[in-house]
């Protein structure tokens, strides 16, 4: 888990591919909203990204 900000984030890899960001927003010791990005043109800033859209509907 890393910290950015007021962030905590968790990079999730197929492999050794990033395929995903777990983001909790932390306010007061409390977790405030999750947001879980896997939209590779949004990942784009990791370098290649695993794209879930070409894996098969059973391993997801």
Do not use: C, W, Y
């Not at 984030?9 to 007061?28: Q, R, T």
């Not at 010791?29 to 784009?44: E, H, M, R």
């Amino acid at each position: 888990m890393t910290r950015t900000e007021s962030k905590r984030a968790m990079l999730h890899e197929l492999g050794a591919v990033p395929a995903g960001v777990l983001a909790l927003d932390i306010s007061d010791g409390q977790i405030t909203s999750i947001s879980s990005i896997v939209n590779p043109d949004k990942l784009t800033h990791l370098g290649p990204v695993a794209d879930f859209r070409s894996l098969p509907r059973s391993a997801r």
